[in-house]
């Protein structure tokens, strides 16, 4: 969030972080937020979004929100469009280190690793819906019908 607090102005974007905890507060929120004009949400990976993400996905919809994923998955189930890790070359890196560890390396002594591939997946029937085009099917990673 810091990181994009920091971009956001020189961006011309105003940020509008939405704290939620359970499926009423998403709900106020998002239709809340729905009611500015030039909206779209950045949804960001914590307990709430995972447990209620397609409550999200539909709230999105719904109240016509573009809005950005953190995982391919959320695309599959209509969301608008995702930009994050490659999942399965983490589990690909995880294999990595516990073959290390297997080996018999320290865990505490392997360095920390942050993804290395990042994954941009859409869903253009949602595009459509909500009227807007994205210009960038042909350097998606993935296209979701």
């Known amino acids: 969030m810091a990181a994009m607090q920091g971009v956001a102005p020189g961006l011309g974007v105003e940020l509008s972080p939405l704290g939620v905890r359970d499926a009423p507060e998403i709900e106020r929120a998002i239709a809340a937020f729905a009611q500015r004009p030039n909206g779209g949400m950045i949804l960001i990976p914590t307990a709430p979004t995972f447990i209620h993400r397609q409550l999200i996905i539909d709230l999105a919809a719904r109240h016509r929100l573009p809005t950005i994923y953190p995982y391919r998955y ?30 018999g390396e320290k865990p505490a002594d392997l360095p920390i690793q942050a993804p290395t591939k990042y994954d941009l997946v859409i869903n253009p029937k949602v595009a459509r819906a909500l009227g ?13 019908e």
């Open 74 to 103: 959320f695309v599959a189930a209509g969301g608008l469009i995702c930009y994050g890790p490659d999942e399965i070359e983490q589990y690909r890196q995880a294999a990595g280190y516990v073959d290390r560890i297997l080996k």
């Open 132 to 144: 807007i085009e994205v210009p960038l099917f042909a350097i998606a990673d993935e296209v979701i």
